[in-house]
């Protein structure tokens, strides 16, 4: 894969500053959920899926939800005290918000796979408006959703998050979606990671328990509270991508200066998230400059 970076000029960074109620998939009762599912502490359920997920290169047929926040594949996992990622360990995992929950006095975790119906439109559209090339259509969505859950040991505390799995048999997608969260004591790792650690993603500020509220209000997809990755492992290689990047520099030179490398090195890392993190990157810069801003 290659990147252009082409640096337009002069502005201040974009932040999020409000968080967005809405942003979950169906879920709950409501949305015809399997409810309830492991009341008990550390406990993990598995899901035979209808249509495989592809995670990396590897086809899975099942997966596992785990009632600590996070989703296996290959085994079930009543771990508590989260892996750091990456762990270079020898399971793929899915931590949406790995941690000890405790689910006994409050909070459902309720999933459903679909393979018709609105929740296809909804990631069809979703997946299409922040990969805009690659025109997909969803025909399997595995929605896992923790709901106002508490840690471990009956915090009461509420906690929503939610897991969104979109794969249309062949490319797949990660979405992950934060609505409220509580601070936490227990440690705590927000991403992905996969067998060998070949590919991870570790959330920004998801490591940390006094801050993962914040969680609420980051993005890497402009959506307050949504995280969108790729991650069949596929990503085309070769493709070209552009990256605008606006930033105020009074000459090039500044671009040396340490902050402006960590926001293009940023900018880089979002682009490699977001394509699924290709092995290779060939870097090239083009220069436009704008006379008067
Ligand atoms: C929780 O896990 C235990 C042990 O694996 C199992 O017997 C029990 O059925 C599970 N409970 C739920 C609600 O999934
Ligand atoms: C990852 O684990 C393997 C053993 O499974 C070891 O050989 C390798 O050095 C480890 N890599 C890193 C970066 O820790
Ligand atoms: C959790 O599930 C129970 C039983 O289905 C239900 O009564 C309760 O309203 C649910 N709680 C939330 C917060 O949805
Ligand atoms: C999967 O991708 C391959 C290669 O791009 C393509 O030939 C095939 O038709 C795709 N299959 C589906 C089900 O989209
Ligand atoms: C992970 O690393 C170990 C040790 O280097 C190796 O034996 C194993 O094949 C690797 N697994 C995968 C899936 O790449
Ligand atoms: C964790 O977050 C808190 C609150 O934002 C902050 O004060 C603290 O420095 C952070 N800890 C680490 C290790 O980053």
Known sequence: MKIILMLIS???????TTGQTGIFYPFGSDA????????????????????????????????YINSNGHLTFNNPSSVFIPNSLPSNGSEDVIAALWTDIDISQNGNISYQEYTTGSV???????????????????????????????????????TSFQVVLISDGNLSFLLINYGDIAVSPNLVQGGYDTINSTHYFLIPESNNGSSISNLKYSSNVNVP???????????????????????????YSDLAEIENIAYVMEKIKQELVHQGLPSNVE???????????
Not at 10 to 16: D, E, K, R, T, V
Not at 39 to 59: A, H, Q
């Open 283 to 293: 870097l090239n810069l083009r220069r436009v400059e704008k006379i008067k801003p």
């Open 32 to 63: 015809g959920d399997v409810n309830n599912i492991g009341i008990e502490d550390e406990n993990s359920t598995y899901v035979g899926l209808l249509s495989p997920f592809v995670f990396f290169g590897r086809m899975y047929h099942q997966i």
């Open 10 to 16: 002069i502005l201040s960074m974009n932040s999020l």
């Open 225 to 251: 509270g949504r995280w969108v990755f790729r991650v069949d492992g596929k990503a085309d290689q070769n493709r070209e991508t552009v990256i605008g990047l606006q930033m105020r520099v009074i000459s």
């Open 120 to 158: 296809l439109t909804q990631a069809t559209q979703d997946i299409n408006q922040y990969f805009p090339d690659l025109s997909f259509t969803a025909t399997c969505v595995f929605v896992v959703t923790w709901d106002k859950v508490a840690y471990f040991y009956h915090t009461g505390t509420e």
